[in-house]
């Protein structure tokens, strides 16, 4: 059993940065893929970025390449998003998930459902203000 608890989110002005983390129970960290998620009001939920087992696979939505950076330190049990450069538009609730059905995390750019992973965490609020 896997409990993710996200945590980082706030409110930042556009242009700044926040760094997320989720933080993992359990033994089998290193096991997951971690997806990083989100749904803005009124959108559908997507997929912003995953990273494998090891760290040494990402995968980034197109719209945040070259601004966020997903890592994650499986010592800690805690993988991380960090977002700059954040635009009024990425407000949303940001999701991590892990999933340990397929160690590429390009696989699972078009997973957005809680359905499809493993376990999914409680969310965290991020506002980016204009």
């Known amino acids: 059993q896997v409990e993710l608890v996200e945590s980082g989110g706030g409110l930042v002005q556009a242009g700044g940065s926040l760094r997320l983390s989720c933080a993992a129970s359990?033994?089998?960290?290193?096991?997951?893929?971690m997806v990083w998620l989100r749904q803005a009001p009124g959108k559908e939920r997507e997929v912003v970025a995953g990273?494998?087992?090891?760290?040494?696979?990402?995968y980034y939505a197109d719209s945040v390449k070259g601004r966020f950076a997903i890592s994650r330190d499986n010592a800690r049990n805690t993988v991380y998003l960090q977002m700059n450069s954040l635009k009024p538009e990425e407000t949303a609730v940001y999701y991590c998930?892990?999933?340990?059905?397929?160690?590429?995390?390009?696989?699972?750019?078009?997973?957005?459902?809680?359905?499809?992973?493993?376990?999914w965490g409680q969310g965290t609020q991020v506002t980016v203000s204009s």
């Open positions: 359990g033994r089998t960290f290193s096991s997951y893929v």
């Open positions: 998930a892990a999933d340990r059905a397929v160690d590429r995390p390009y696989y699972y750019r078009d997973y957005a459902s809680e359905r499809r992973y493993d376990y």
């Open positions: 990273v494998s087992w090891s760290g040494g696979s990402t």
